[in-house]
């Protein structure tokens, strides 16, 4: 189950509409300089249940390095999951436009798994190309898009990551977004899911609820999570 979602994503990402837990689709926008961030959740559906934290920091003003790592319960065939990647956005890709502000960016990343029976492996590779649309101090849209490969298979497909970001009250954030890929092996493979964040100190931290429906499935992934921002180093 902690592979659930990430079945069609990388891996997954404040009241500046940015993406970030709880949604899974990135935004065109990095960590500030010379800071990090820390979110974690539980994620469960029926009787399957995982615990995952995801650290990012910013390195530059147009570079992000982050990561996370996952622990499933049970863990019958996976020990634990993990992912690193890290994204650029450059200033020069940010372009104003009749509807907002638009902002491009990349990001790029690797993710591991751990099976009981060995150690660490590599199992998937990817790239999204990010594009952010804010609208409004209150509103945004997220596109992700791009090649992600499975290593075991070998198969490549395209991910589609679209969200839609709402911020009604400056404590208070709600999103709906959509997941899917053209992946074979997981052709019709969509995710929806809704969710929103409250934020017990602005900008600095914020409770998460979220949640999720794949599709030609009856089951609900609910996830509560939390997310501590602007921690310098």
């Known amino acids: 189950?902690?592979?659930?979602?990430?079945?069609?994503?990388?891996?997954?990402?404040?009241?500046?509409?940015?993406?970030?837990?709880?949604?899974?689709?990135?935004?065109?926008?990095?960590?500030?300089?010379?800071?990090?961030?820390?979110?974690?959740?539980?994620?469960?559906?029926?009787?399957?249940?995982?615990?995952?934290?995801?650290?990012?920091?910013?390195?530059?003003?147009?570079?992000?390095?982050g990561g996370d790592y996952s622990r499933p319960q049970p863990r019958d065939e996976i020990r634990g999951e993990a992912s690193v990647a890290v994204k650029w956005v450059p200033k020069s890709w940010q372009v104003p436009t009749a509807w907002g502000s638009l902002?491009?960016?990349?990001?790029?990343?690797?993710?591991?798994?751990?099976?009981?029976?060995?150690?660490?492996?590599?199992?998937?590779?990817?790239?999204?190309?990010?594009?952010?649309?804010a609208i409004s101090e209150e509103a945004a849209v997220h596109l992700n898009i791009g090649p992600h490969k499975e290593r075991a298979s070998g198969q490549t497909g395209t991910v589609l990551n679209l969200a839609g970001v709402w911020?009604?009250?400056?404590?208070?954030?709600?999103?709906?977004?959509?997941?899917?890929?053209?992946?074979?092996?997981?052709?019709?493979?969509?995710?929806?899911t809704v969710g929103g964040l409250w934020w017990l100190s602005p900008d600095k931290l914020g409770l998460s609820l979220t949640a999720s429906r794949q599709s030609g499935s009856s089951q609900t992934l609910w996830t509560a999570g939390f997310g501590w921002y602007g921690l310098e180093f």
């Not at 990402?13 to 990095?30: C, E, I, K, Y």
């Not at 615990?51 to 530059?60: D, N, T």
């Open 1 to 65: 189950m902690a592979r659930w979602l990430a079945l069609i994503g990388l891996v997954p990402a404040a009241m500046t509409v940015q993406a970030g837990r709880p949604l899974s689709s990135d935004d065109a926008a990095t960590a500030p300089v010379g800071s990090c961030q820390l979110e974690g959740w539980g994620e469960k559906a029926g009787s399957s249940r995982a615990w995952v934290l995801a650290p990012a920091c910013g390195l530059s003003e147009s570079l992000e390095i």
């Open 103 to 133: 902002s491009f960016g990349l990001k790029a990343g690797l993710s591991f798994e751990r099976p009981v029976s060995s150690g660490w492996r590599r199992s998937a590779s990817g790239v999204l190309g990010l594009a952010t649309l």
């Open 167 to 192: 911020v009604p009250d400056p404590r208070a954030l709600l999103f709906a977004e959509i997941q899917t890929n053209d992946r074979r092996a997981l052709l019709g493979t969509t995710v929806r």
